[in-house]
């Protein structure tokens, strides 16, 4: 193995010297200028107005902040107060029930899709068939009201349930019952059908 000797730089301590020079080398980044340390800033500590918390100030002071935080909620709250048509929360609420299914919540979804919802101001009002349908939809019903108070942008949104026992569910299965409810719906569509022969 070879040896090889290097020379380590002396450093010399000059106690009131402004610079440090490196023994060893001429170059000029190896001279560094070194300056005193500035004093850190005392930290104004808030001085005590020597005033007990159950004094009669600091209890007026105390409902000052609150009736001010007070404030603050009623001008955030009105201003998450916009209006909607019921297009508007029918297009959320069949978007909703989509998601309902693509989750794999069918109970949920067919309960939002039986009928549409109405709108009474900022109040939505569902009609189901039964008291158990009402116990299934109502297990899903904070996260329906929040998903429609964020995507109608109106916090003041309430749904109510009423369980109508003479609701008309029957489901159309089969073609011929799918064309019966639709003539219900649009009797046109039985003089079409004739017009122009055509099979349902």
Do not use: C
Not at 95 to 115: C, N, P, V, W
């Amino acid at each position: 193995m070879l040896g090889i000797a290097v020379d380590a730089p002396e450093i010399l301590d000059i106690p009131q010297a402004e610079t440090i020079v490196v023994v060893g080398s001429d170059s000029p980044e190896n001279t560094a200028a070194v300056s005193e340390p500035e004093p850190i800033p005392k930290q104004e500590t808030p001085e005590r107005t020597g005033v007990s918390a159950f004094s009669l100030s600091a209890i007026r002071a105390k409902k000052e902040i609150e009736q001010q935080q007070k404030d603050r909620v009623i001008e955030q709250r009105a201003a998450l107060v916009e209006d909607f048509s019921e297009t508007d929360m029918l297009i959320q609420w069949n978007k909703y029930a989509q998601r309902m299914s693509d989750k794999g919540q069918k109970i949920m979804e067919s309960l939002m899709l039986l009928q549409d919802p109405k709108l009474e101001g900022y109040t939505v009002i569902h009609e189901l068939p039964n008291e158990s349908a009402k116990i299934d939809f109502e297990s899903g019903l904070h996260d329906l009201t929040g998903y429609l108070r964020g995507k109608l942008h109106n916090h003041d949104i309430a749904i109510k349930l009423i369980v109508n026992e003479s609701i008309d569910n029957r489901m159309a299965f089969t073609p011929q019952d799918r064309y019966n409810r639709l003539t219900q719906i649009n009797p046109a569509l039985d003089a079409l059908r004739r017009t122009f022969d055509l099979d349902f």
